[in-house]
Nanobody
Framework: EVQLQASGGGLVQAGGSLTLACAVS????????IGWFRQVPGKEREGVSC????????FSADSVKGRFTVSSDNAKTTVFLQMNSLKPEDTGDYYC????????????????WGKGTLVTVSS
């Protein structure tokens, strides 16, 4: 059974940092693309950052480049999202998702989802 467990959300002031963690079981970042997606009320879930260690590739949305870093642990079973220089517009529910290799960091390409963790950035 595939499971994804996201953690690390919270309330932070603008300019601050948070690290999210996605613990996965039943698959690894070597055989899947795993990433972080953000959703705010009234909008579709958007890809923030994804990693595929099996393809030696990562992706980050333009809005977070230079501020967010996606990485995995050596076992490839936990994917982190280091978020620095946070802005109020980074606020949202952050979900981790996993999809097949070769897919894109977008919602329809993900086959598995964890529950969201809320990130709130105050101004």
């Amino acid at each position: 059974e595939v499971q994804l467990q996201a953690s690390g959300g919270g309330l932070v002031q603008a300019g601050g940092s948070l690290t999210l963690a996605c613990a996965v079981s039943g698959l690894t970042a070597d055989d899947h693309i795993i990433g972080w997606f953000r959703q705010v009320p009234g909008k579709e879930r958007e890809g923030v950052s994804c990693i595929s260690t099996g393809e030696n590739s990562s992706f980050s949305a333009d809005s977070v480049k230079g501020r967010f870093t996606v990485s995995s642990d050596n076992a490839k079973t936990t994917v982190f999202l280091q978020m620095n220089s946070l802005k109020p517009e980074d606020t949202g529910d952050y979900y981790c998702g996993a999809g097949s290799l070769g897919g894109l960091c977008v919602d329809p390409y993900m086959d598995y989802w964890g529950k969201g963790t809320l990130v709130t950035v105050s101004s």
